[in-house]
């Protein structure tokens, strides 16, 4: 079984920073592509950034310029480094990966992180 764990969710303040990471294990071949999601209350799930295995980046205009993502695939860990937080970035922030396995390629979530910007 494949398991995405995320850490580094907490409180921050306007203006300041935090780091998210994202584990995966479990029956692995390789790593298609590892990205990150977030859901705030009462609003859509939306991509914050991706990343793919031949090296392309993609984010959110809400948050390009601001937040940096990367990854280590000897390690299967991806982070994301949010700076010049914003209340409005106030949301569980979910790992997602496409996961390349025997039997193909499969989605994968993890449980969350809750990231709160508040003064």
């Known amino acids: 079984q494949v398991q995405l764990v995320e850490s580094g969710g907490g409180l921050a303040q306007p203006g300041g920073s935090l780091r998210l990471s994202c584990v995966a294990s479990?029956?692995?071949?390789?790593?298609?592509?590892m990205d990150w999601y977030r859901q705030a209350p009462g609003k859509p799930r939306e991509m914050v950034a991706a990343?793919?295995?031949?090296?392309?980046?993609n984010y959110a205009d809400s948050v390009r310029g601001r937040f940096t993502i990367s990854r280590d695939d000897a390690k299967k860990t991806v982070t994301l480094q949010m700076n010049s937080l914003l209340p409005e970035d106030t949301a569980v922030y979910l790992c997602?990966?496409?996961?390349?396995?025997?039997?193909?390629?499969?989605?994968?979530w993890g449980q969350g992180t809750q990231v709160t910007v508040s003064s």
């Open positions: 997602h990966a496409a996961i390349l396995r025997d039997g193909g390629v499969g989605q994968y």
């Open positions: 479990g029956s692995i071949t390789g790593i298609r592509n």
């Open positions: 990343s793919s295995s031949s090296g392309w980046i």
